[in-house]
């Protein structure tokens, strides 16, 4: 039987993960749509890289259900598994290829299959050229291709590694703390790379930087105590007495 067509793209329901009896994520439930950012915010400890741990199959809920894409069912599946059918993880410290040039670094990661020396030294395809020079373009780094990675600013190494897994073309990237480090330009620019990235893929993204929040003007879901506390526009959360109270009043 083909999978019902339907505009969520992620589904989490009832999520709960035990660690020795404390629950970082109690009875989460999340829909996320084709195409979609969303923002998730909340303290520390409210459970959000649980939440990503699970939906990348590095943790497995104790209850609950994870379907990605139709009925593709997150928890029975690896995190190779998981990549595979289209899941991307950004996490907070950019991880490039430092002493290589910005495109190798695309080019490494169109290859990822293939030894790097290999892909290095072969020659590059028409298809492969067009392909590199698109991603460089989307992550604004086209004026940089040349220069080794380890030349970058944090802001733009991080970019680099958001065309990285753009290269893999996930259905849904996940992305941790994108601004932390980044200077108020770079932050903007990011919230303005994530806009254009989520034309065309579904994006959660993790942040407590509120400003660049209000710059992705997407839908916000607040966490805590490993559940949903507030879920929607950044305004309507913010004026959330519970989410003031545990979160943004602090
Ligand atoms: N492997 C683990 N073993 C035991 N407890 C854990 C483990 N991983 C997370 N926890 C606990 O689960 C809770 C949720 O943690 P999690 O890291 O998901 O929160 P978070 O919202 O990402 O926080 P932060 O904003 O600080 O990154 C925390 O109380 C944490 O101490």
């Not at 892909?119 to 940089?144: F, K, P, Q, W, Y």
């Not at 590694?161 to 849904?172: D, H, N, R, S």
């Not at 703390?177 to 108020?184: I, K, L, R, S, V």
């Not at 893929?201 to 105590?225: N, P, S, W, Y």
Request: hydrophobic share 40%; charged share 25%; net charge negative.
């Amino acid at each position: 039987m083909s999978a019902p067509v339907t505009p969520t793209l992620l589904y989490l329901d009832n999520v709960s993960v035990s660690f020795d009896g404390f629950r970082a994520l109690n009875a989460l439930s999340l829909a996320v749509d084709h195409s979609e950012m969303r923002a998730i915010i909340g303290p520390n400890g409210a459970g959000k890289t649980t939440m990503m741990d699970v939906i990348t199959g590095k943790t497995r809920p104790n209850e609950g259900t994870a379907l990605f894409d139709g009925s593709h069912d997150l928890t029975a599946l690896d995190e190779a598994a998981i990549a595979e059918l289209g899941i991307g993880r950004k996490f907070q410290t950019p991880t490039v290829f430092e002493m290589h040039t910005v495109e190798d670094n695309i080019l490494l990661a169109l290859k990822e299959n293939r030894s790097p020396f290999a892909t290095l030294l072969s020659r590059r395809t028409a298809r492969e050229r067009e392909r590199i020079n698109a991603l460089l373009e989307r992550v604004r780094l086209t004026g940089h291709r040349h220069r080794k990675a380890g030349e970058l600013s944090h802001g733009q190494k991080q970019w680099l590694e958001i065309g990285m897994l753009l290269a893999q073309q996930p259905k849904l990237l996940l992305i941790d703390e994108p601004a932390a480090g980044m200077t108020d330009q770079e932050t903007a620019d990011t919230a303005d790379l994530l806009r254009d990235i989520a034309t065309t893929q579904a994006v959660i993204v993790v942040e407590h930087d509120m400003t660049f929040v209000r710059d992705l003007g997407v839908k916000v879901t607040c966490l805590h105590e490993g559940s949903v506390l507030a879920e929607g526009s950044l305004d309507a959360v913010s004026a959330n007495e519970r989410v003031v109270e545990v979160y943004l009043g602090r």
